[in-house]
C-alpha cells in the first residue's frame, strides 16, 4: 500500500466584508483512498462548515472570510490501495445497463462539449474494438494531439478550443478526452487532485487534473496529459468538469497568491516506503 503525506497552503487579501469561499482542498475518502491523518487550521477566528458529496466524496469547505489576511493549512496522510485489472478483460457498459447515478456523466458539459465533437469522435474511434483499449487508443490520440504548455489557456477553455489550438495544460487534455469519451457514449469525469511524481521541469508542486472513464461496472483512471504517474494521483474533487471541482470559490472582492503545495511518500503501515510507478495494468481508486 502507498502511503503520501501532503500539504496545501492557501494564502489571501480580503477586501471586502462577508467574502464567502468555498474549497475543494480535502482529501477524499473512498473504497481505495483511506485518510490516515488530517489537520486544517485557518488564521481568522470563523466558522466553518464542510458538506461531503456521497456519490463522488467529494468535501466541499465554506467559510466566510473578514478583511485582512485568510490564510489555510491543510495537511493530510492517505494510504493508496488501488484496485487493479488486465486491460484486455474490461468492457464498455451499455447504456441500457448503466446505474442511474452514472447517466450524468453521458452528457454534454459546460467544458465538454461532447455534442459537437460527436462526429469527430465517431470518425476517429468509432470502429475500434468497444472496452479499455479504445478508451486508451482516446487517451493516447489526446496526448499526441496537444502540446503541454503553460499559460496557454484560461479558465473559459473548453474542449473545442484545445482541440482547435491544439495546446493546454492538464485541465484541458482532461476535458477533451472526457469529450470524445461521451461523444461515444462511455462515461467519464474530471478529478482534481495531487500528483506524486510529475516531472520537476514542469515547476513546483501543483494541483493536478485527470479523467476517470467507467467500465465494466468501475472509474478507472486515465492521465491523458502524460506528465505524471496515475499511481500517484491522491483525489480531492470528482465532477462533471473543471466548474464542479475548482480548489476555490470566491465571492467578494479577494487577492490571492499561488497555492504553495507539496506530497512525498512515506514508510506505510508496515514501514515500507513505496514510490508510485506507472504500471501496465488498469487502476481505479473508486467503484
Excluded at 491523518?37 to 462548515?49: G, Y
Excluded at 487508443?137 to 479558465?155: G, K, L, M, R, Y
Aim: proline share 5%; with cysteine.
Amino acid at each position: 500500500m502507498i502511503r503520501l503525506e501532503f500539504s496545501i497552503n492557501l494564502n489571501y487579501e480580503i477586501d471586502s466584508p462577508g467574502s464567502d469561499f468555498i474549497f475543494i482542498i480535502q482529501a477524499s475518502q473512498t473504497n481505495h483512498q483511506f485518510i490516515v491523518s488530517e489537520s486544517l487550521s485557518v488564521n481568522q477566528d470563523i466558522p466553518l462548515a464542510s458538506y461531503i458529496d456521497k456519490r463522488t466524496h467529494l468535501r466541499l469547505l465554506r467559510l466566510k472570510g473578514v478583511p485582512g489576511i485568510l490564510n489555510l493549512a491543510y495537511a493530510c496522510v492517505v494510504d493508496l490501495d488501488h484496485y487493479t485489472a488486465i486491460p484486455s478483460q474490461i468492457y464498455e457498459t451499455p447504456i441500457s445497463d448503466l446505474p442511474g447515478e452514472i447517466l450524468i456523466y453521458l452528457y454534454p458539459s459546460r467544458y465538454c462539449q461532447s455534442d459537437f465533437i460527436k462526429d469527430i469522435a465517431v470518425k476517429t474511434f468509432g470502429n475500434m474494438i468497444h472496452g479499455y483499449s479504445r478508451v486508451q487508443a482516446i487517451q493516447d490520440w489526446v496526448t499526441n494531439h496537444v502540446s503541454f504548455c503553460n499559460n496557454t489557456s484560461t479558465e473559459h477553455t473548453t474542449a473545442i478550443d484545445t482541440y482547435l489550438s491544439k495546446t493546454g495544460v492538464c485541465r484541458d487534455f482532461a476535458h477533451l478526452m472526457i469529450a470524445l469519451c461521451r461523444a461515444l457514449n462511455i462515461p467519464a469525469r474530471f478529478v482534481t487532485g495531487i500528483d506524486y511524481g510529475s516531472d520537476p521541469i514542469l515547476g513546483p508542486t501543483d494541483f493536478h487534473a485527470y479523467v476517470e472513464v467507467y467500465l465494466d461496472g468501475r472509474w478507472y483512471i486515465f492521465d491523458p496529459s502524460g506528465i505524471a504517474i496515475p499511481m500517484g494521483f491522491v483525489r480531492l474533487g470528482t465532477g462533471r468538469d473543471a466548474a464542479d471541482t475548482s480548489i476555490a470559490t470566491i465571492y467578494g472582492s479577494v487577492r490571492g497568491s499561488t497555492p504553495i503545495v507539496s506530497i512525498k511518500a512515506i514508510p506505510n503501515a508496515l514501514g515500507v516506503v513505496l514510490i508510485p510507478e506507472h504500471v501496465s495494468r488498469a487502476i481505479s481508486t473508486d467503484e
